[in-house]
T-cell receptor, first 114, second 117 residues
Framework: GESVGLHLPTLSVQEGDNSIINCAYS??????FIWYKQESGKGPQFIID?????DKRQGQRVTVLLNKTVKHLSLQIAATQPGDSAVYFC?????????????FGKGTKLSVKP | NAGVTQTPKFRVLKTGQSMTLLCAQD?????MYWYRQDPGMGLRLIHY???????AKGEVPDGYNVSRLKKQNFLLGLESAAPSQTSVYFC????????????????FGPGTRLTVL
């Protein structure tokens, strides 16, 4: 079936560097994408989202890029801080196919070295 | 606002026992969801509800039942727990998901860690 996956299961970066977390998706009909952050022992927390009619969206220290041609999503975190250490999930919605439900990828663990 | 709350936070069951997990939200959201999360995996949808009195199956519904008698509450039941149901359970809620809405994010609770021996 359709799925959302991740290129890298773990990512280690130095504090202050920029981080890039990648996500591949297989459903070309997906309309909406979300990035979630999950800290240890907590529930997922919304970071940023993007609609399929956009290719870039910026938030505070975070940028999401969407390349529909190659079905690729990325999350860029600027000046990574120790508090950014967490597991990051991408998720997608195909409004026509999944009843509006989110389909989650497996996640990438980001470790920030001081 | 408390957001999404879950009760209990931790629970240990023996095989065959039953229990109910409670989820409550105070955001007046129409939609509510139950997920399970296993080590090294993403979240998998168990059941969901698009309104009071309605429920629907998700990706992994077997062994679970749900009820949405009140808009703010969504209950997940395990009638006869099995070791394969050891997991962390997350509840989430959202506004009605529509194509025209700019943001369709789900808001998650803190999770319930369940161990079935």
């Amino acid at each position: 079936g359709e799925s959302v996956g991740l290129h890298l299961p773990t990512l280690s970066v130095q504090e202050g560097d920029n981080s890039i977390i990648n996500c591949a998706y297989s459903n070309s009909a997906s309309d909406y994408f979300i990035w979630y952050k999950q800290e240890s022992g907590k529930g997922p927390q919304f970071i940023i989202d993007i609609r399929s009619n956009m290719d870039k969206r910026q938030g505070q220290r975070v940028t999401v890029l969407l390349n529909k041609t190659v079905k690729h999503l990325s999350l860029q975190i600027a000046a990574t801080q120790p508090g950014d250490s967490a597991v990051y999930f991408c998720a997608e919605i195909d409004y026509g196919g999944s009843q509006g439900n989110l389909i989650f990828g497996k996640g990438t663990k980001l470790s920030v070295k001081p | 606002n408390a957001g999404v709350t879950q009760t209990p936070k931790f629970r240990v069951l023996k095989t065959g026992q039953s229990m109910t997990l409670l989820c409550a939200q105070d955001m007046n959201h129409e939609y509510m969801y139950w997920y399970r999360q296993d080590p090294g995996m993403g979240l998998r949808l168990i059941h969901y509800s698009v309104g009071e009195g309605t429920t629907a199956k998700g990706e992994v519904p077997d062994g679970y039942n749900v009820s949405r008698l009140k808009k703010q509450n969504f209950l997940l039941g395990l009638e006869s727990a099995a070791p394969s149901q050891t997991s962390v359970y997350f509840c989430a809620s959202s506004l009605r998901v529509t194509r025209v809405r700019a943001h369709n994010e789900q808001f998650f609770g803190p999770g319930t860690r369940l161990t079935v021996l």
